[in-house]
């Protein structure tokens, strides 16, 4: 089996960032936080990845102490 490349993982974000962005905001700041709490960086690429306006709908949605750290985490 062919070990993934950055392209092949630049593929599965943008196909999850369409996921989440045809979800209602809601849904999507739960699962969102579910992941985060397995893999941050994860979060953090799909989120850097997504349309401002539709993020800013999501972000709202989140827990504010998620949200903190995941803005932080996509600053640095």
């Known amino acids: ?4 490349t950055a392209n ?3 593929e599965k974000i943008a196909n999850m960032v369409k996921i989440y962005e ?7 700041a739960g699962i969102l936080e579910d ?5 941050i960086s994860l979060v953090v690429e799909i989120c850097k990845s997504m349309k401002a306006a539709k993020f800013s709908e999501i972000l ?3 827990d504010t ?3 903190a750290i995941l803005c932080e985490r996509m600053a640095s």
Not at 1 to 4: F, I, L, N, S, V
Not at 22 to 28: I, K, L, T, V
């Open 1 to 4: 089996e062919a070990t993934p």
């Open 8 to 10: 092949d993982n630049k």
């Open 22 to 28: 045809s979800m209602e905001p809601a849904n999507a």
């Open 35 to 39: 992941v985060g709490e397995l893999n």
């Open 60 to 62: 709202q949605e989140m």
């Open 65 to 67: 102490s998620f949200a």
